[in-house]
């Protein structure tokens, strides 16, 4: 089993900035890929960014040159800085880490999710 802690949301004014950080725990023997989900009020989930495990970085378009995801492999943490936030950003974000466990199991387990209000 793998469990996964979301911090980091809240309200913040446009222009404003955010970390986001899930810490996962659990049986794990390697993570493939960290993402972070997104989604807006009354709208679909969708996703923002995602880190592979060599390193490998994309990013929604909306948020390019914004956002910034990064992991910490010692902690199997993943991060999201968000800077310059706009309206548009509110969502309640979701992290999603895939991989394998020890006894070989693979897994793909998603975050709570946590608020982000962008409003002044």
């Known amino acids: 089993q793998v469990q996964l802690v979301e911090s980091g949301g809240g309200l913040v004014q446009p222009g404003g900035s955010l970390r986001l950080s899930c810490a996962a725990s659990?049986?794990?023997?390697?993570?493939?890929?960290m993402y972070w989900y997104r989604q807006p009020p009354g709208k679909q989930r969708e996703l923002v960014a995602v880190?592979?495990?060599?390193?490998?970085?994309n990013y929604a378009e909306s948020v390019k040159g914004r956002f910034t995801i990064s992991r910490d492999n010692a902690k199997s943490t993943v991060y999201l800085q968000m800077n310059s936030l706009k309206p548009e950003d509110t969502a309640v974000y979701y992290c999603?880490?895939?991989?394998?466990?020890?006894?070989?199991?693979?897994?793909?387990?998603w975050g709570q999710g946590t608020q982000v209000t962008v409003s002044s």
């Open positions: 999603n880490l895939r991989g394998r466990l020890r006894i070989g199991q693979v897994f793909d387990t």
């Open positions: 659990g049986n794990i023997m390697s993570i493939t890929a």
């Open positions: 880190i592979t495990s060599s390193g490998y970085t």
